[in-house]
T-cell receptor, first 111, second 113 residues
Framework: RKEVEQDPGPFNVPEGATVAFNCTYS??????FFWYRQDCRKEPKLLMS???SGNEDGRFTAQLNRASQYISLLIRDSKLSDSATYLC????????????FGTGTLLAVQP | NAGVTQTPKFRVLKTGQSMTLLCAQD?????MYWYRQDPGMGLRLIHY???????AKGEVPDGYNVSRLKKQNFLLGLESAAPSQTSVYFC????????????FGQGTRLTVV
Protein backbone atom coordinates (compact mmCIF):
# COMPACT_ATOMS: atom_id res chain seq x y z
CA ARG A 1 0.00 0.00 0.00
CA LYS A 2 1.32 3.45 -0.89
CA GLU A 3 1.99 5.79 2.01
CA VAL A 4 -0.03 8.54 0.37
CA GLU A 5 -2.93 7.68 -1.93
CA GLN A 6 -4.92 9.88 -4.25
CA ASP A 7 -7.52 9.34 -6.93
CA PRO A 8 -5.55 9.97 -10.15
CA GLY A 9 -8.56 11.37 -12.01
CA PRO A 10 -8.81 12.99 -14.42
CA PHE A 11 -11.51 15.25 -13.06
CA ASN A 12 -13.15 17.04 -15.96
CA VAL A 13 -15.29 19.91 -14.70
CA PRO A 14 -16.89 22.98 -16.29
CA GLU A 15 -15.80 26.48 -15.39
CA GLY A 16 -17.45 27.66 -12.21
CA ALA A 17 -17.86 24.18 -10.76
CA THR A 18 -16.81 23.12 -7.29
CA VAL A 19 -14.46 20.16 -7.15
CA ALA A 20 -13.05 18.22 -4.22
CA PHE A 21 -9.98 16.01 -3.98
CA ASN A 22 -9.25 13.56 -1.22
CA CYS A 23 -6.03 11.99 -0.09
CA THR A 24 -5.30 9.32 2.52
CA TYR A 25 -2.05 8.64 4.33
CA SER A 26 -0.96 5.53 6.17
CA UNK A 27 1.57 6.78 8.71
CA UNK A 28 -0.22 8.09 11.77
CA UNK A 29 3.00 9.75 12.92
CA UNK A 30 2.97 12.14 9.94
CA UNK A 31 3.29 15.68 11.13
CA UNK A 32 2.82 18.13 8.31
CA PHE A 33 0.57 18.16 5.29
CA PHE A 34 0.50 20.12 2.06
CA TRP A 35 -1.11 20.46 -1.32
CA TYR A 36 1.22 21.15 -4.23
CA ARG A 37 0.25 22.08 -7.75
CA GLN A 38 2.13 20.86 -10.81
CA ASP A 39 1.54 22.24 -14.27
CA CYS A 40 2.34 20.11 -17.30
CA ARG A 41 6.09 19.59 -17.69
CA LYS A 42 6.85 21.95 -14.80
CA GLU A 43 8.09 21.52 -11.26
CA PRO A 44 5.68 21.18 -8.32
CA LYS A 45 4.93 24.34 -6.38
CA LEU A 46 3.32 24.78 -3.00
CA LEU A 47 -0.39 25.56 -3.20
CA MET A 48 -1.13 25.57 0.50
CA SER A 49 -0.28 23.96 3.79
CA UNK A 50 -2.99 22.02 5.59
CA UNK A 51 -3.68 22.78 9.22
CA UNK A 52 -5.60 20.72 11.74
CA SER A 53 -8.29 23.37 12.09
CA GLY A 54 -8.73 23.64 8.33
CA ASN A 55 -7.66 26.63 6.31
CA GLU A 56 -8.83 28.68 3.38
CA ASP A 57 -7.02 30.69 0.75
CA GLY A 58 -9.41 32.44 -1.59
CA ARG A 59 -11.27 29.79 -3.57
CA PHE A 60 -9.24 26.97 -2.02
CA THR A 61 -10.07 25.20 1.24
CA ALA A 62 -7.94 22.48 2.79
CA GLN A 63 -8.96 20.20 5.62
CA LEU A 64 -7.22 17.55 7.68
CA ASN A 65 -8.82 14.68 9.54
CA ARG A 66 -6.13 13.07 11.68
CA ALA A 67 -8.43 10.42 13.13
CA SER A 68 -9.31 9.10 9.67
CA GLN A 69 -5.94 10.04 8.19
CA TYR A 70 -7.20 11.93 5.22
CA ILE A 71 -6.69 15.35 3.69
CA SER A 72 -9.00 17.19 1.35
CA LEU A 73 -8.81 20.10 -1.05
CA LEU A 74 -11.89 21.97 -2.21
CA ILE A 75 -11.77 24.34 -5.17
CA ARG A 76 -14.75 26.63 -5.64
CA ASP A 77 -15.66 28.54 -8.80
CA SER A 78 -13.12 26.64 -10.93
CA LYS A 79 -11.15 28.64 -13.48
CA LEU A 80 -9.48 27.42 -16.66
CA SER A 81 -6.19 28.33 -15.02
CA ASP A 82 -6.84 25.80 -12.24
CA SER A 83 -6.17 22.98 -14.72
CA ALA A 84 -3.15 21.13 -13.34
CA THR A 85 -2.17 18.11 -11.30
CA TYR A 86 -2.70 18.47 -7.55
CA LEU A 87 -0.27 16.59 -5.34
CA CYS A 88 -1.00 15.59 -1.78
CA UNK A 89 2.18 15.71 0.31
CA UNK A 90 2.88 14.38 3.78
CA UNK A 91 5.96 15.14 5.82
CA UNK A 92 7.25 12.59 8.25
CA UNK A 93 8.38 13.80 11.60
CA UNK A 94 11.74 13.37 13.26
CA UNK A 95 15.17 14.01 11.82
CA UNK A 96 14.44 12.70 8.34
CA UNK A 97 12.02 15.47 7.38
CA UNK A 98 11.07 13.38 4.33
CA UNK A 99 8.34 14.58 2.00
CA UNK A 100 6.15 11.79 0.65
CA PHE A 101 4.07 12.57 -2.44
CA GLY A 102 0.85 11.09 -3.67
CA THR A 103 0.64 10.28 -7.37
CA GLY A 104 -1.43 13.39 -7.99
CA THR A 105 -4.92 14.15 -9.22
CA LEU A 106 -5.34 15.65 -12.67
CA LEU A 107 -7.89 18.44 -12.97
CA ALA A 108 -9.09 19.68 -16.34
CA VAL A 109 -11.43 22.67 -16.24
CA GLN A 110 -13.46 22.96 -19.43
CA PRO A 111 -14.77 26.23 -20.92
CA ASN B 1 16.45 34.81 -6.78
CA ALA B 2 17.76 31.60 -8.32
CA GLY B 3 16.20 29.26 -5.72
CA VAL B 4 16.94 25.69 -6.81
CA THR B 5 18.84 25.17 -10.04
CA GLN B 6 19.30 21.85 -11.79
CA THR B 7 21.75 21.06 -14.56
CA PRO B 8 21.45 19.77 -17.17
CA LYS B 9 17.81 20.25 -18.16
CA PHE B 10 17.86 17.55 -20.83
CA ARG B 11 20.14 14.61 -21.54
CA VAL B 12 20.18 11.51 -23.67
CA LEU B 13 22.45 8.69 -22.53
CA LYS B 14 23.35 5.35 -23.99
CA THR B 15 22.92 2.27 -21.81
CA GLY B 16 25.96 1.84 -19.63
CA GLN B 17 27.09 5.45 -19.72
CA SER B 18 27.50 7.46 -16.55
CA MET B 19 26.49 10.98 -15.67
CA THR B 20 26.03 13.35 -12.76
CA LEU B 21 23.08 15.64 -12.19
CA LEU B 22 23.81 18.77 -10.22
CA CYS B 23 21.41 20.53 -7.88
CA ALA B 24 22.32 23.88 -6.38
CA GLN B 25 20.29 25.95 -3.92
CA ASP B 26 21.02 29.43 -2.67
CA UNK B 27 18.56 29.52 0.25
CA UNK B 28 20.90 27.98 2.84
CA UNK B 29 18.50 25.06 3.28
CA UNK B 30 19.53 22.11 5.40
CA UNK B 31 17.53 19.44 3.60
CA MET B 32 17.85 18.41 -0.02
CA TYR B 33 16.14 15.67 -1.99
CA TRP B 34 16.27 13.89 -5.31
CA TYR B 35 13.02 12.56 -6.77
CA ARG B 36 12.13 10.84 -10.00
CA GLN B 37 8.74 11.25 -11.61
CA ASP B 38 7.23 8.66 -13.93
CA PRO B 39 3.74 8.48 -15.44
CA GLY B 40 1.30 6.92 -12.99
CA MET B 41 3.94 6.66 -10.27
CA GLY B 42 4.10 10.17 -8.95
CA LEU B 43 7.24 11.56 -7.34
CA ARG B 44 9.39 8.90 -5.72
CA LEU B 45 12.25 9.73 -3.39
CA ILE B 46 15.63 8.44 -4.54
CA HIS B 47 18.03 9.85 -1.93
CA TYR B 48 17.98 12.73 0.46
CA UNK B 49 20.29 14.68 2.74
CA UNK B 50 19.63 16.29 6.10
CA UNK B 51 22.80 18.35 6.07
CA UNK B 52 26.24 18.84 4.59
CA UNK B 53 28.19 15.61 4.50
CA UNK B 54 25.16 13.38 5.11
CA UNK B 55 23.06 11.30 2.72
CA ALA B 56 20.37 8.65 3.12
CA LYS B 57 18.42 6.28 0.92
CA GLY B 58 14.89 7.00 -0.11
CA GLU B 59 12.28 4.79 -1.68
CA VAL B 60 14.08 3.89 -4.95
CA PRO B 61 17.86 4.26 -4.39
CA ASP B 62 19.18 1.37 -6.50
CA GLY B 63 21.36 2.43 -9.42
CA TYR B 64 21.99 5.90 -8.01
CA ASN B 65 24.56 7.49 -5.74
CA VAL B 66 24.62 10.93 -4.17
CA SER B 67 27.00 13.30 -2.49
CA ARG B 68 26.58 16.47 -0.42
CA LEU B 69 30.08 17.83 0.00
CA LYS B 70 28.85 21.41 0.19
CA LYS B 71 25.64 22.54 1.84
CA GLN B 72 24.37 24.25 -1.29
CA ASN B 73 24.99 21.34 -3.69
CA PHE B 74 23.48 17.87 -3.96
CA LEU B 75 24.78 15.63 -6.73
CA LEU B 76 23.01 12.60 -8.15
CA GLY B 77 25.13 10.08 -10.02
CA LEU B 78 24.21 7.29 -12.38
CA GLU B 79 27.19 4.95 -12.67
CA SER B 80 25.81 2.75 -15.44
CA ALA B 81 22.62 4.08 -16.94
CA ALA B 82 19.76 1.71 -17.79
CA PRO B 83 16.61 2.33 -19.85
CA SER B 84 14.58 1.94 -16.62
CA GLN B 85 16.21 5.17 -15.43
CA THR B 86 14.53 7.14 -18.19
CA SER B 87 12.55 9.65 -16.18
CA VAL B 88 12.17 13.25 -15.10
CA TYR B 89 14.37 14.02 -12.11
CA PHE B 90 13.54 16.76 -9.64
CA CYS B 91 15.70 18.18 -6.91
CA UNK B 92 14.11 19.93 -3.94
CA UNK B 93 15.23 21.65 -0.78
CA UNK B 94 13.67 22.93 2.40
CA UNK B 95 14.67 24.15 5.78
CA UNK B 96 14.20 22.78 9.27
CA UNK B 97 10.77 22.96 10.80
CA UNK B 98 7.57 21.02 10.31
CA UNK B 99 5.66 23.30 8.00
CA UNK B 100 8.38 24.64 5.78
CA UNK B 101 7.81 24.78 2.04
CA UNK B 102 9.92 22.66 -0.28
CA UNK B 103 11.27 24.38 -3.38
CA PHE B 104 11.90 22.43 -6.55
CA GLY B 105 14.27 22.77 -9.42
CA GLN B 106 12.88 22.83 -12.95
CA GLY B 107 13.65 19.18 -13.55
CA THR B 108 16.02 17.15 -15.70
CA ARG B 109 14.54 15.06 -18.50
CA LEU B 110 16.76 12.03 -18.93
CA THR B 111 16.38 9.46 -21.67
CA VAL B 112 18.47 6.30 -21.67
CA VAL B 113 18.54 4.48 -24.99
Amino acid sequence: RKEVEQDPGPFNVPEGATVAFNCTYSNSASQSFFWYRQDCRKEPKLLMSVYSSGNEDGRFTAQLNRASQYISLLIRDSKLSDSATYLCVVKKGGATNKLIFGTGTLLAVQP
Amino acid sequence: NAGVTQTPKFRVLKTGQSMTLLCAQDMNHEYMYWYRQDPGMGLRLIHYSVGEGTTAKGEVPDGYNVSRLKKQNFLLGLESAAPSQTSVYFCASNDRGGGTEAFFGQGTRLTVV
